[in-house]
């Protein structure tokens, strides 16, 4: 925001989990009175539940997608551990991106943040989203997909707590590692063996994969290839910049 000049109110509930000592310079943190997040917090009339409906419906997608390849072998759970971190934001930024500027004013306009009579077009086009609900995977009926979607509704997600309280809520005791050898009490640390590292992807694999995804889009008559196009350009560009130009020396060295 310095940078770019611009000075902005950014609206934070009144929890513990958000600190009021930042100090900032462009950013002027306002903070929301206690217990009111549900009547005038704007992320909470619509916007997440827009964001959460996209992101499972991606995550579904997902999860289906694979299940197909593997032929019914193995279970939807395992799918879902088989999950990393990484998918999960990528499919986080695919589904912020498809949260449309109208239904953020639409939803801080059901916030009540207005102070003149709106552009009555404007009006037209925020009530018109309405953050609109996404259309479920294929396979899954509406219904089932919104109770997937608010599953986790009443999960609490911020709360005053020690160290002390949180390992006594896991069954754990709190101590310290003075070892500095990366064991506790005796017991080795957690290396985490049981997940090999995944073979790195060459330009020749991530090459044959757009082939496959070409070979699909033709075999289902694919009208626009606009968009494989530019994810092969990318894929391309990727490889160009990792390519280590080689001398004449290289293809004589022993090996």
């Avoid at 032929?71 to 395992?78: I, L, M, Q, T, Y």
């Avoid at 551990?81 to 004013?105: E, G, N, P």
């Avoid at 997909?145 to 309280?165: G, K, L, M, N, P």
């Amino acid at each position: 925001m310095r940078a770019k000049k611009r000075q902005i109110v950014m609206l934070c509930d009144n929890c513990a989990a958000h600190s009021s000592d930042i100090k900032l310079t462009n950013v002027k943190l306002v903070f929301m009175p206690p217990n009111t997040t549900s009547l005038i917090q704007p992320m909470d009339q619509g916007i997440i539940a827009n964001f959460k409906q996209h992101y499972r419906s991606l995550v579904l997608r997902h999860l289906m997608g694979v299940m197909e390849l593997a032929e019914g072998a193995e279970r939807a759970a395992e799918f879902a551990r088989k999950l990393t971190l990484l998918d999960s934001l990528h499919m986080q930024k695919a589904a912020w991106s498809r949260v449309t500027a109208a239904t953020v004013v639409h939803c801080y306009r059901k916030a009540s943040f207005t102070t003149t009579a709106d552009d009555e077009t404007e009006s037209v086009e925020a009530s018109d989203d309405e953050t609109a609900a996404v259309e479920p995977p294929a396979g899954i009926t509406a219904e089932d997909f919104d109770r997937y979607v608010s599953v986790d509704s009443d999960v609490q997600t911020a709360a005053a707590i020690t160290d002390e309280e949180l390992c006594a809520g896991l069954g754990l005791q709190a101590h310290v590692n003075t070892a500095g050898d990366g064991e506790s009490d005796g017991e080795p640390a957690d290396t985490n063996d049981s997940q090999p590292d995944a073979a790195a992807v060459t330009l020749a694999v991530a090459l044959q994969s757009m082939n496959n995804v070409r070979a699909y889009l033709e075999a289902a008559g694919c009208s626009s290839y606009e968009l494989f196009y530019g994810l092969q350009d990318q894929v391309y560009a990727t490889g160009r910049q990792q390519v280590v130009q080689k001398t004449i020396k290289h293809f004589f060295q022993r090996q």
